[in-house]
Nanobody, 123 residues
Framework: VQLQASGGGLVQAGGSLRLSCAASSRTFTRYPIAWFRQAPGKEREFVASTAWTDNIADYADSVKGRFAISSDKAEITVYLQMNGLKPEDTAVYYC?????????????????WGQGTLVTVSS
């Protein structure tokens, strides 16, 4: 397993969760890491990405101001802090790494994927 996502769970609307994406090798600190999510019956969508530095991050409009992506090179782990969760945030969340260094919002450009962690937000 090269990327392992964890931290999902059941939370009430307005609550918080922190997801973790642990990489198996420091090689991954060269690649942009992104979080995507996929709700039942919907396409996978971009959530946030980072280039392992605090001042380089990108967010989907739907999560700006509520979610924060961060990274710890020593732990080779990327985090997604999710605050103010809404029922529409319910999805399986995946982390992914992009060997081409683009760090785009397009899932097809990512080469390595974690197994996903389920986030369920109740109303």
């Amino acid at each position: 397993v090269q990327l392992q996502a964890s931290g999902g769970g059941l939370v009430q609307a307005g609550g918080s969760l922190r997801l973790s994406c642990a990489a198996s090798s420091r090689t991954f600190t060269r690649y942009p890491i992104a979080w995507f999510r996929q709700a039942p019956g919907k396409e996978r969508e971009f959530v946030a990405s980072t280039a392992w530095t605090d001042n380089i991050a990108d967010y989907a409009d739907s999560v700006k101001g509520r979610f924060a992506i961060s990274s710890d090179k020593a732990e080779i782990t990327v985090y997604l802090q999710m605050n103010g969760l809404k029922p529409e945030d319910t999805a399986v969340y995946y982390c992914a790494a992009d060997r081409s260094y683009k760090g785009s919002q397009y899932a097809f450009e990512y080469d390595y994927w974690g197994q996903g962690t389920l986030v369920t937000v109740s109303s």
